[in-house]
């Protein structure tokens, strides 16, 4: 069965509806972090234990892992430099798993080998990113224990420039593909963030399809890249009209964190002077009127991007991330598509 995974953040947990619980194969919760070395996970003990037996309760079959990192999460490259760093990760990172009960470790490292988002790193990350991944595994006890190693990969090709992704793979369940994001917050051009395949509009060619191909030639077998999805979008303000309504043009500024989907389906898609255009080559909508451009996923978009994952055999969907969608609407609306159910 195809996997249905969301992030949720950690105050997130008790607010996840019952219908939610049950739609989804695969909770990471946002986020654990690695502080002097080890594996932590901040807040209240007692509020994350009851939220957790809830969920349990009403899906006794999902699998709850803790995603260590995110954006300008640091402290990956100098603690795994070493066979003790990676050891007492390793290890920190077990005890979480045994105290609250988890079913393993997604580790959401962006990125290894470089320090774009101000983090700590060194041209050796590539190789200690699959010790660490070895020595979680480890203590883990092996494939056989149940227990998950999981990763989030960035959506194009300097992930898989950095890091073997065939021994990567070797040591893990699966690879969640970040591919969203592919264009905005460095760039003033315009252009869809989450495209499934590159067209004529777009200048930048990041897209699912490009990503999913590249981590398959690097050596991660289909049935473990799962595809990223995002529940919130880009925005970029100041930006003519030109020939494809907004699409491709310079802006004058980058494309910053938009509306979420709460905020898109209530104020955005056809009201207030926005109106939807959809791109057939790449799959994908967006909004534009006259001056700012969003690019953003919705129920027609996603269901391209599971066909694909069906089509090509996929592990599943992936999203960020649960609080993104106050609807109510996506979390079963992929479960239904990937079940075929309409």
């Not at 898109?264 to 109106?275: E, H, P, Q, R, W």
Request: with cysteine; proline share 2%; aromatic share 10%.
């Amino acid at each position: 069965m195809k996997k249905v995974i969301g992030y949720v953040g950690t105050r997130d947990l008790q607010d996840v509806r019952v219908e939610d619980i049950r739609a989804l194969d695969v909770i990471n919760i946002a986020f654990g972090h690695v502080a002097d070395g080890a594996i932590v996970w901040e807040d209240g003990s007692e509020e994350k234990k009851a939220a957790l037996k809830r969920i349990r309760e009403n899906n006794p079959d999902i699998k709850i892992l803790l995603s260590v990192g995110g954006w300008s999460a640091g402290g990956f490259s100098l603690a795994s430099r070493t066979e003790e760093g990676r050891k007492k990760m390793a290890q920190t990172g077990l005890a979480l798993v045994e105290e609250y009960g988890l079913d393993g470790i997604d580790i959401d490292w962006e990125y290894p080998g470089t320090s774009v988002a101000g983090i700590d790193s060194d041209p050796s990350d590539g190789e200690n990113f699959i010790l660490l991944l070895t020595a979680l595994r480890e203590a883990l006890g092996g494939f056989e224990s149940g227990k998950m190693v999981t990763i989030a990969a960035g959506g194009d090709s300097y992930f898989t420039l950095q890091v073997d992704m065939e021994k990567a793979a070797q040591q893990l369940d699966y690879v969640q593909l970040m591919t969203y994001d592919l264009q905005g917050g460095f760039q003033k051009v315009t252009g869809h963030h989450a495209a499934l395949y590159h067209s004529r509009c777009n200048l930048i060619d990041a897209c699912a399809h490009k990503c999913t191909q590249t981590f398959h030639q690097a050596g991660v077998p289909m049935e473990k890249l799962i595809l990223g999805v995002p529940f919130y979008s880009r925005k970029w303000d100041g930006v003519q009209p030109g020939s494809c309504h907004g699409l491709g043009m310079e802006a004058q500024t980058v494309g910053g964190y938009g509306p979420d989907y709460t905020e898109l389906t209530a104020d955005y898609i056809n009201k207030n002077g926005f109106v939807r255009y959809w791109d057939a080559q790449a799959g994908v909508p967006w909004l534009y009127d006259g001056k700012t451009f969003i690019s953003y996923e919705d129920e027609e978009s996603l269901a391209n991007k599971v066909k694909y994952v069906k089509d090509n055999g996929l592990g599943g969907v992936m999203y960020w991330e649960y609080r993104s969608d106050g609807t109510r609407t996506l979390t079963e609306y992929l479960r239904r598509k990937l079940d075929g159910e309409d």
